[in-house]
């Protein structure tokens, strides 16, 4: 298989955080590579869950018949590995994503050991490391080279200057233009959650046609958004109707456009109306879906107490209220107000 590295936006080394005595590379998040065994290390798991799913769709292009299947470490059962990586009939490749190594058992940490002085051919064993010791001759071992893999090191993003670098490159990848400014402005609005600002690159990439300026960040996050938006949505969805309504006003008198409110819900509303009913570990869902495994978890936590006419009918009310917030409607507040009274009620009564 061809090999290369599909990277996002300017390269730059794996965090020093990484182990300097490592005799494999060491590579960041974006430029993940096919590898017998791949270690994704670092504490930020929004980062690691984003080269595991570009490892993955690199590999779904090469062969659209990639085999994928997810083990728990701390729950891992005697002999998965070696069944998951027997060659099958036709011979498809195989990639095992394994996460919780950090929680793993003597079992899977005996038998990883075991793995890694023989590879299967065509498999790829991922293996997701979120921090701490345990596990760590597993570790040890990867990085002296046995297996012949490599690291993808995903340390927390700390410095402005990283998130604003991880923002631009988000721009970039989508052809998408925008200002020094506007990349400033979503930075100090989304500093404390990379998938939320990731998020909000994404919302605008989609919703501008032209280059993204301060202008636009400010009409869609103005008045620290990130601390509002998505607050009142989890405040609503979780059913504390009254905690929703003090963070909706809070967010308009700070200056906050109804039309991203409205956004942020929708963007809840329509994942948990996409998971609703279905069963899977957020590994395999992820993938069948097109969500990143956090976005999966928090669907499946915010659709507790939820029925699937509830969920039809905030559907339809987010259809009138974005209608509303637009210039359908005369007062776009009181629209923003009776959607968040629905959705606290899980679209009952």
């Given at each position: ?6 990277a ?8 020093k ?8 590379p ?7 590579r ?6 994704v290390?670092?504490t ?15 590999l ?11 083990v728990?470490?701390d ?33 899977f940490?005996?038998?990883?050991l075991d ?5 299967a051919e065509d ?12 596990g ?9 080279g ?6 993808i090191?995903?340390?927390?993003l700390?410095?402005d200057?990283d ?12 052809g998408?233009?925008?200002t020094?400014?506007?990349l ?8 404390d959650?990379?998938a ?5 690159c ?18 869609y996050y ?5 601390a ?12 504390r109707?009254?905690e929703a ?7 308009l008198?700070?200056g906050?456009?109804p ?7 929708a963007m ?7 998971l609703?009913g279905?069963?899977?570990?957020s590994?395999?869902?992820?993938s ?10 928090r669907?499946?936590?915010d659709?507790?107490?939820?029925s699937?006419?509830g969920l039809?009918?905030?559907i ?5 209220t ?11 507040v009181?629209?923003?107000?009776r ?6 009620r899980?679209?009952?009564?």
């Amino acid at each position: 298989m061809a090999v290369r590295t599909t990277a996002a936006g300017a390269q730059r080394p794996a965090s020093k955080s990484a182990s300097k005595s490592a005799a494999i590379p060491q590579l960041a998040w974006h430029q993940v590579r096919p590898a017998p065994i791949l270690l994704v290390s670092g504490t930020e798991t929004f980062l690691a869950e984003r080269a595991i799913r570009q490892l993955r769709d690199f590999l779904k292009l090469e062969d659209p018949q990639l085999e994928v299947s997810d083990v728990q470490a701390d729950s891992y059962a005697p002999g998965e590995i070696l069944t998951l990586a027997s060659p099958s009939l036709f011979g498809e490749p195989r990639l095992i994503r394994v996460s919780n190594v950090e929680k793993c058992s003597d079992t899977f940490l005996t038998e990883a050991l075991d793995y890694l002085e023989n590879p299967a051919e065509d498999t790829y064993l991922v293996l997701r490391h979120g921090g701490g010791v345990r596990g760590k001759k597993l570790l040890d071992t990867i990085r002296s080279g046995v297996g012949g893999g490599i690291e993808i090191v995903c340390a927390e993003l700390k410095k402005d200057t990283d998130k604003y670098d991880f923002a631009s490159a988000e721009f970039k990848t989508a052809g998408k233009r925008v200002t020094a400014s506007a990349l400033r402005a979503l930075v100090s609005a989304f500093s404390d959650d990379l998938a939320e600002l990731s998020a909000a690159c994404q919302q605008l990439i989609s919703d501008s046609s032209a280059e993204v300026t301060e202008v636009t960040v400010d009409r869609y996050y103005g008045g620290r958004v990130e601390a509002n938006a998505f607050k009142v949505a989890d405040s609503a969805i979780a059913g504390r109707h009254g905690e929703a309504l003090v963070t909706l006003r809070h967010a308009l008198s700070s200056g906050a456009d109804p039309v991203p409110i409205v956004a942020a819900f929708a963007m809840k509303i329509r994942t948990m109306a996409r998971l609703f009913g279905v069963r899977g570990g957020s590994g395999q869902l992820a993938s069948q879906f097109g969500l990143a495994p956090w976005q999966v978890e928090r669907a499946q936590r915010d659709l507790r107490g939820w029925s699937d006419e509830g969920l039809a009918r905030c559907i339809s009310m987010l259809a009138e209220t974005d209608a509303n917030v637009k210039g359908g409607g005369r007062d776009p507040v009181f629209a923003l107000e009776r959607l968040i009274g629905v959705i606290a009620r899980r679209g009952e009564g």
